[in-house]
């Protein structure tokens, strides 16, 4: 579930479609959870749909480090990718905003941490990066692990609206980390180690 004071607006021609902040969205905030409604599909399910089914999951789906596709059923599916994202994902099933979201910013996810499995090119942003590979998580984790470790500092400091989405223990957990009574998991459990 995508953070309530957001909205869909469209962005430009090149991007089309994105998740923008309809106010402020401070560091620490969780901006995404993946909660029941959200639909895994595993690959033999994926090799059984329809052509226009596999179309719509290669456009909005992402790959869970079981390489199943997840599909979000709100409108989480429209948040664009960025090489400055404002949001990153953690080991536990939810996103954080690892720096302000001013209102009217789009909400934005790095897709190398998504397990894509083609590179592409992403919109030039100024950034060394210039195309999201594949292994961008085995190269980046520890760069997005740091980030995270700043913004959970604040996650029990800022009004959480997805916190009833979150159960007690992974809650209780968050908080431990914030205080560093506990340690961060690695962003690289998210990676799906392919069979080769």
Known sequence: MIHPNTEIKYINQEI?????????IPKGTITWVL???DREFTPSQYYD???IYK???ETYAYKNNLGNLVLCWDNARFVNHS???NCLTTAYNFEL???DILPGEQLTDDYGYLNIDKPFRGIDEGTRRKIVYPDDLLKYHKS???KLQKAFKYISKVNQPLLSMLDEERWQLAVKISKEEKTMESILLNYYQKEK
């Not at 089309?16 to 106010?23: I, L, N, P, Q, R």
Request: proline residues 4%.
């Open 144 to 146: 997005w692990d740091k």
């Open 83 to 85: 090489f400055n994202a």
């Open 49 to 51: 749909l329809k052509p």
């Open 55 to 57: 179309n719509i999951l």
């Open 35 to 37: 909660d029941e409604f």
């Open 97 to 99: 905003a690892i720096r």
């Open 16 to 24: 089309g479609y994105g998740v923008v902040a309809k106010e402020l």
